[in-house]
């Protein structure tokens, strides 16, 4: 006997997107409320940490003059004993609490859309990982930085004539970062890291896509929040009230609804202030 192939109907179909609508997770207001005060106690821990170690940095390293007028912070080099290894190690302790700090608010919707609609009894779970993901980016990234600010700072030691124009070139590069959030580059990677939390339906639970997804949205971060960054460098890594303003930048233009405009209006500030920085350092 022939036997004719199956179709679905239309009223089939529908209620099979509802049965597969209620194996989704469905969480009440309280879940949300336990998750964003769980965000909310990390962030204050984490931005806590990274003021008390600012301060005790601050009264600890006051500091190396250099000529030209600047101050070569001891972050980027062993003192007191320490080795290299210690010293990177110190370096990216910190720079971890710091990112915590910084990136939470702006990260947190992603980390919510993905607990939200993961199709699994254990989204926490797929969640964690994810944000593991997320942040061991940064934390490469913050390694690199260490290597080159480590470099920097050598040749700075060595070659005295170079150190003379690095305030010019902290200019320049906080006139850059304000360029760049004026650029299709920029507008473009805001938009991904905007819309990416979208896509967590698309994923499904195991431990290679949460990590995949959480170190592709922290790769499209990094892209976006490039000019942030090197004015941040430029102006210090270990400045408290420079660390602020980025986080709260970063937050606004990630979650306001007009965030590509935000980025905009910091890019000309940052070209302001790069100016200003640029004629202060050619007038002295």
């Given at each position: 006997?022939n036997?004719?192939p199956?179709?679905t109907?239309?009223a089939?179909?529908?209620?099979?997107?509802?049965?597969?609508?209620?194996?989704?997770?469905?969480?009440t207001?309280?879940?949300?409320?336990?998750f964003?005060?769980?965000?909310?106690?990390?962030?204050?821990?984490?931005?806590?940490?990274?003021?008390?170690?600012?301060?005790?940095?601050?009264d600890?390293?006051?500091?190396?003059?250099?000529?030209?007028?600047?101050?070569?912070?001891?972050a980027?080099?062993?003192?007191?004993g320490?080795?290299?290894?210690?010293?990177?190690?110190s370096?990216?302790?910190?720079?971890?609490?710091?990112?915590?700090?910084?990136?939470?608010?702006?990260?947190?919707?992603?980390?919510?859309?993905?607990?939200?609609?993961i199709h699994?009894?254990?989204?926490?779970?797929?969640?964690l990982?994810a944000?593991?993901?997320?942040?061991?980016?940064?934390i490469?990234?913050g390694?690199?930085?260490?290597?080159?600010?480590a470099?920097?700072?050598?040749?700075?030691l060595?070659?005295?004539?170079?150190?003379?124009?690095?305030?010019?070139?902290?200019?320049m590069?906080?006139?850059?970062g304000?360029?760049?959030?004026l650029?299709?580059?920029?507008?473009?990677?805001?938009?991904s890291?905007r819309?990416?939390?979208?896509?967590?339906?698309?994923i499904?639970?195991?431990i290679?896509?949460?990590?995949?997804?959480?170190?592709?949205?922290?790769?499209?971060?990094?892209?976006?929040?490039a000019?942030?960054?090197?004015?941040?460098?430029?102006?210090?890594?270990?400045?408290?009230?420079?660390?602020?303003?980025?986080?709260?930048?970063i937050?606004?233009?990630?979650?306001?609804?007009?965030?590509r405009?935000?980025?905009?209006?910091?890019?000309?500030?940052?070209?302001?202030?790069?100016?200003?920085?640029?004629?202060?350092?050619?007038?002295f």
């Open positions: 006997m036997t004719m199956c179709r109907t239309p089939a179909a529908v209620r099979n997107q509802r049965t597969q609508y209620q194996r989704i997770p469905m969480f207001s309280a879940a949300q409320r336990n964003l005060c769980i965000l909310a106690l990390l962030f204050v821990a984490s931005l806590s940490v990274t003021l008390a170690w600012g301060g005790a940095m601050a600890m390293d006051a500091g190396l003059p250099m000529p030209g007028g600047w101050t070569l912070s001891m980027w080099m062993p003192v007191c320490q080795s290299w290894a210690t010293a990177m190690a370096f990216i302790g910190m720079w971890s609490v710091m990112t915590v700090a910084m990136m939470l608010p702006a990260v947190a919707p992603m980390l919510w859309h993905w607990r939200q609609t699994h009894t254990t989204p926490d779970v797929w969640m990982l944000a593991s993901g997320y942040f061991a980016i940064w490469g990234l390694l690199a930085i260490f290597v080159l600010g470099a920097m700072s050598e040749l700075m060595r070659e005295m004539a170079l150190a003379r124009k690095v305030p010019i070139v902290a200019g590069a906080v006139l850059g304000g360029v760049f959030q650029s299709r580059w920029k507008a473009r990677h805001l938009a890291c819309d990416m939390p979208a896509g967590c339906a698309e499904k639970p195991g290679g896509p949460a990590l995949r997804y959480g170190l592709r949205y922290g790769w499209n971060c990094i892209k976006s929040c000019g942030l960054m090197v004015i941040l460098l430029a102006i210090g890594v270990m400045n408290i009230w420079a660390m602020m303003l980025i986080t709260l930048a937050a606004m233009e990630r979650l306001m609804p007009e965030g405009r935000i980025a905009g209006l910091t890019g000309v500030a940052a070209i302001a202030a790069g100016l200003c920085l640029l004629l202060q350092s050619v007038w």
